[in-house]
């Protein structure tokens, strides 16, 4: 009794240390993003001082100069078209494949999904000048179309993944239920499993739009000034004069807020797909 | 109301077998279980009949229409499921309204009929709530009139009432039953508590290992078993099993040594050979205290049920046979006891387990629903 007790709830000093162990790396993790931001309110000169500034005069010159150098907001619609457009074709595509995967399984259906999930272990250095090719014949270079279809490509295994997990969460007695009251498939699909999967759909959508905004290779490899999204954007700062701290912390920090914003705003319920469970 | 016929139905999967040729008529209005341990094939042999397996052997004739291909909710049946299988999202009145609204029944009409099984259910002032908000048996209860909407040619329940507690399945089991009587509709229910097949059949189908070990109405499978399997399955407590080798006595009478203690004469015309190894059944019921009985032991464990007292006594070592003795019944642990057993009562199984002798106690008259 006193051992399963002891089991259940850690003492106060495991207490202690888990939740000191838990802020630290929390810290850990957050510290760059926290540096790019405060770098991003310096002045070149003081980016750069050594020893690093933790006090300084904020100013806002480095945005100012990133937006008269490049399109923030050219990108910033590029970003969302792309990871939206994805994620909306994503998971079109992917709703009915994981649908059959999880209610008609075949015998080979497991060795279908680790196929699926072992074209993300691929490099895609790997495939870039093939696919190059390809985009430049099909005229899809620096277009959003041929940058929604690429990302789509990209994200698709892991949203069939996602989906085919909640499905097999649906009790398959209640959609048995449903072929017996007569739903023909589709209607099994729309009226009795999407309403009871929407949580866990919705979670994939999400994270979706979440690895598309953060896509990087594919979008810098095949755009140029028209289709580029905010990844193309911050790179565009780092090369050709040398490194301007300041300023590529601006880009970055200009970057990354709309979807830091949107995963704080969405958090619960990313969380609580995440963790499964959703559907129960 | 259908009548439903299966012609040596067969279920493989890959190269196992697990429904093995089954052939059952249901007839109209009646009342089947299908009762066996699990993995006996009785589910699957039910999700055959609703159309949710295929069938990969045999016919499945509904009203002499067969139905093998047809699809589930062509068949004309309702399934209620162990997880109620209710849909969450939809209230309570949806839910029951689902098949109809799917077969495009008005909507005067739909809700005429879901209101009609709300107050056939006691469910009239739950139809606004979701699943989620009712009780287990409620939703029970949810799931049957989802299934009494749609006025199906038979009902199918698969074990309807194992994820209830034990009062409220008694409860439910009451209800099922006296709903049938109501509706008088076909019924294949499907349990592996052998209680609840006993008290609500017209019929049970007693299956293990994927074959039809005994048909019959209850009280013929209680008295006369075809076999040991179906002895020792029907009835709580278990039927006594007593190995036994057979003796011809005097006057063409058979006698039976009952290992570890003197001989039993069996009443009637037994046809058993000299020698012959066998199983002597006799029911806890059947077996009494006497002055001087034919076997005697010691009262290992005693019982108090309130209303019956059971007794174990111990023949020989590993030897136990359970007595059913009156309430009061003076007996207690370390009793040196000597038993009576009704002989004609007796049932007697041979080698391979069938039984060689059906006894002749009072014959079980056919139950009138049976007939109808």
């Not at chain 2, 042999?45 to 509904?62: K, S, V």
């Not at chain 2, 190894?277 to 002055?291: D, F, I, K, T, W």
Request: charged letters at 15%.
């Amino acid at each position: 009794m006193t051992n399963a007790t002891a089991g259940r709830r850690p003492s106060t000093f495991s207490y202690i240390l888990m939740t000191i162990l838990g802020w630290t790396a929390a810290l850990v993790m957050f510290f760059p993003i926290f540096w790019m931001v405060m770098s991003a309110f310096k002045r070149e000169i003081d980016a750069i001082a050594v020893p690093p500034l933790f006090v300084f005069e904020p100013t806002l010159e480095n945005f100012a100069a990133v937006q008269s150098r490049a399109n923030y907001f050219g990108a910033a619609w590029n970003s969302i078209v792309i990871s939206v457009g994805s994620t909306i074709l994503g998971t079109l595509l992917a709703l009915p494949a994981a649908y059959a995967m999880a209610f008609y399984p075949g015998r080979r259906t497991k060795d279908l999904l680790l196929w699926m999930l072992s074209t993300k272990m691929m490099p895609a250095v790997g495939v870039l000048v093939p696919m190059y090719l390809l985009f430049k014949n099909a005229g899809l270079l620096d277009t959003r179309t041929g940058l929604v279809l690429i990302t789509t490509l990209a994200n698709l295994p892991i949203i069939v993944w996602m989906l085919y997990s909640f499905f097999k969460e649906v009790p398959g007695e209640i959609i048995e239920a449903s072929r017996m009251d007569g739903a023909k498939p589709f209607q099994q699909f729309a009226m009795v499993l999407m309403p009871l999967a929407l949580p866990g759909i919705a979670s994939t959508a999400l994270l979706s739009i979440i690895l598309a905004w953060n896509e990087a290779f594919w979008t810098i490899n095949l755009t140029a000034a028209n289709a580029g999204p905010l990844t193309a954007f911050i790179a565009s700062f780092s090369s050709p004069e040398g490194l301007f701290w300041a300023k590529l912390s601006a880009a970055s920090t200009l970057a990354v807020a709309p979807i830091l914003v949107f995963g704080w705003m969405t958090q619960r319920q990313l969380v609580r797909g995440l963790t499964f469970g959703a559907v129960k | 109301m259908a009548k439903l016929q299966l012609q040596g139905i067969r279920k493989r999967y890959g190269a196992v077998e697990v429904v093995k040729g089954i052939d059952l008529t249901v007839n109209e209005r009646e009342f089947v279980v299908f009762v066996g341990p699990s993995g006996c094939g009785k589910s699957t042999l039910l999700r055959m009949i609703a159309g949710l397996e295929e069938i990969t052997g045999g016919t499945l004739l509904i009203n002499g229409e067969r139905v093998n291909e047809t699809a589930p909710d062509k068949r004309g049946l309702a399934m209620v499921f162990q997880s109620y299988a209710l849909y969450p999202h939809m209230s309570v009145g949806d839910n029951m309204a689902f098949a109809l609204r799917l077969a495009g029944v008005p909507k005067e009409a739909r809700d005429r009929k879901v209101q009609e099984a709300a107050r056939i259910l006691q469910l009239d002032s739950f139809l606004d709530r979701k699943p989620g908000q009712l009780s287990g048996g409620q939703r029970q209860r949810v799931a049957i009139g989802r299934a009494i909407v749609r006025e199906p040619r038979a009902f199918l329940f698969d074990e309807p009432l194992s994820n209830l507690d034990a009062s409220l399945r008694v409860q439910m089991r009451i209800e099922i039953a006296r709903l049938h009587r109501t509706l008088g509709a076909t019924t294949i229910y499907v349990t592996h508590d052998q209680v609840e097949a006993m008290t609500m059949a017209d019929r049970i189908v007693v299956l293990n290992g994927g074959i039809v070990e005994q048909v019959g109405t209850p009280l013929e499978l209680y008295h006369a078993p075809a076999n040991l399997f179906v002895a020792t399955f029907i009835g709580a407590p278990k039927m006594n099993i007593l190995p036994a080798t057979a003796r011809s006595g005097k006057n063409g009478a058979t006698l039976l040594d009952l290992e570890g203690s003197g001989p039993i004469e069996v009443p009637g015309d037994a046809s058993l050979q000299d020698g012959q190894p066998v199983s002597v059944g006799v029911r806890p019921e059947h077996v009494s205290l006497a002055e001087s009985g034919l076997i005697g032991g010691s009262v290992e464990i005693v019982e108090h049920l309130g209303d019956e007292t059971l007794a174990y006594v111990m023949l020989a070592p590993g030897r136990m046979i359970t007595v059913r003795v009156a309430p009061d019944a003076d007996v207690e642990v370390g009793d040196r006891v000597s038993l009576a057993v009704r002989t004609e009562a007796m049932c007697l199984f041979g080698a391979d387990g069938r039984a060689l002798r059906v006894p002749n106690l009072r014959q079980p008259r056919p139950r009138q629903v049976a007939l109808a």
